[in-house]
Every structure is written in structure tokens, then in C-alpha cells.
């Protein structure tokens, strides 16, 4: 059964920093493309961070990054603690959203929905 459990959110001023982490179980983690994602109030969810998986050296953990966060958020992973992190620095008030760990693309669940876990909320106070 498929779990993803985000945490490390909460407040924080403009220009702090925080560090989420992801649990992930009942995934192929060490190979599959793992993301961070955010949805804002009154917007859409979108991706924020990428970090891909695999074998492979040279292709393994191939980090992507929106725009509007690189420089700034840093992800990473864990294989052997099937864990996946972010690490956001230099916080604006527009980062502020509920963060939610992936797979790339979302896992897809045998009712052929997309599957999310809880999030965890980000608030950064300007």
C-alpha cells in the first residue's frame, strides 16, 4: 500500500529557511523519480522540485527546479530511508502553500485516481 508522509512545515519569516522531508513507502523509491510539489490557496498545484532515480551514476539523482525557487530550494533523497527532502532557504511570502512529496509523474492508484498524502503546510510571514 502506497503511504507518502510529509513533514517539517510551519511559520516562518521571510528570509528563513525549512527543511521537509518525505517518507515514502510501497513505492519502487530508489528508482522512481521522486518531486516536491506545492498548491497554493485559490491556485493550482504545481511542481516545484525534482530528483530523479535510478542506477545509474551519471543519471542518478538529476535534480530539476521551477523558476521561481531555484537558487534557493535544494532537493535531495535517501534510498536507504526511502526518505526525500527539500530544503528551502531564502523564503518569500509567495512560497507559502501546503507541500506535497511525489513521485514524477503522480502515482496513480488502482481506481485510476492520483494519489496525494496530507502535505504539510508552509506559511511564510513577509
Known amino acids: 500500500q502506497v503511504q507518502l508522509v510529509e513533514s517539517g512545515g510551519g511559520l516562518v519569516q521571510a528570509g528563513g529557511s525549512l527543511r521537509l522531508s518525505c517518507a515514502a513507502s510501497?513505492?519502487?523509491?530508489?528508482?522512481?523519480?521522486m518531486a516536491w510539489y506545492r498548491q497554493a490557496p485559490g491556485k493550482q498545484r504545481e511542481l516545484v522540485a525534482r530528483?530523479?532515480?535510478?542506477?545509474?551514476?551519471?543519471?542518478?539523482?538529476?535534480?530539476e527546479y521551477a523558476d521561481s525557487v531555484k537558487g534557493r530550494f535544494t532537493i535531495s533523497r535517501d534510498n536507504a530511508k526511502n526518505t526525500v527532502y527539500l530544503q528551502m532557504n531564502s523564503l518569500k511570502a509567495e512560497d507559502t502553500a501546503v507541500y506535497y512529496c511525489?513521485?514524477?509523474?503522480?502515482?496513480?492508484?488502482?481506481?485510476?485516481?492520483?494519489?496525494w498524502g496530507k502535505g504539510t503546510l508552509v506559511t511564510v510571514s513577509s
Open positions: 511525489n513521485t514524477d509523474p503522480p502515482i496513480v492508484t488502482r481506481a485510476g485516481m492520483n494519489y
Open positions: 510501497g513505492v519502487f523509491f530508489s528508482i522512481s523519480t
Open positions: 530528483i530523479s532515480g535510478g542506477s545509474s551514476t551519471y543519471a542518478a539523482n538529476s535534480a
